[in-house]
């Protein structure tokens, strides 16, 4: 029987937020598919229920809006007690509106934050007790392009979210590293998505990736595949690092 490899996660558990489609939904596929058990966060309980069926045995679904009161440690808790142990978190689920900077309202700013970085904060604070006990724990921040330099899409409010949770990235890594957990950002440029086709019309998409170094839009496998990489036992010494991943776009 061969040896398991750096990226065989049997017997490894992991939270995806924002499993229900896109890239949250890749990875959440991706890890399973190697032998983790999964639990999936998507807002709506039906729906997190359905694709934790459709990923398959070890999915298991915990729905809930992440900025909702006690929802990361409602989400920790409830993971905890299905699996007894957290060994990875990948915080996916964001808010990417598009508002343009004088639309924008405090209140759809701070809706914004609370999704985007506060509560992946808190998810990584109510998952570091189990993470600390074990001394093992790999943290995934989702950022993006957007949080390197500028957002091609998104407003001021999701800009400044993702430039944000890569401070968080680096604060958390320096600090959780002597327990044995990791801590890094992935940073996704234009990337095949639902939500990318739902945000532009399909001429703005074409022009854009032509202008790319690597003239294509990214697919949410090739991401899936970078995130799952810095989530194993491999990438034990990375860490408070941002990756990118954006065939080139932020050289230009």
């Known amino acids: 029987m061969p040896l398991p490899t750096p990226q065989d996660y049997t017997g490894r558990v992991a939270i995806v937020t924002g499993a229900a489609r896109g890239l949250g939904r890749a ?5 399973h598919e190697r032998g983790a058990s999964v639990a999936i966060n998507i807002r709506d309980a039906d729906r997190a229920e359905r694709v934790a069926r459709e990923i398959g045995e070890w999915a298991f679904a915990v729905p809930g809006d992440v900025a909702a009161p006690d929802a990361p440690d409602d989400i920790v808790k409830r993971t905890l007690e299905r699996f007894e142990r957290i060994d990875i978190l990948i915080n996916n689920a964001a808010l990417p509106l598009t508002t343009r900077f004088e639309a924008l309202t405090a209140e759809e700013w701070r809706r914004v934050l609370e999704v985007n970085l506060t509560a992946p904060f808190l998810l990584i604070k109510a998952a ?20 390197r330099m500028v957002s091609t899409l998104g407003g001021a409010h999701y800009t400044t979210s993702k430039t944000g949770l890569l401070g968080l990235t680096r604060a958390a890594a320096k600090e959780l590293g002597s327990y044995g957990i990791t801590v890094n950002a992935v940073c996704p440029g234009m990337i095949d998505t639902e939500l990318t086709r739902e945000s532009a019309a399909p001429e703005i998409l074409e022009r854009l990736a032509r202008s790319y170094p690597v003239p294509r839009l990214g697919t949410s496998l090739e991401v899936a595949d970078l995130i799952c990489f810095v989530a194993s036992e491999a990438a034990g010494y990375i860490t408070g690092a941002s990756l990118d991943i954006n065939g080139g776009d932020l050289m230009m």
């Open 27 to 31: 990875v959440a596929e991706r890890l």
């Open 128 to 147: 570091l007790p189990a993470m600390k006990a074990q001394r093992y724990g790999r943290v995934v921040n989702i950022s993006s392009t957007a949080g």
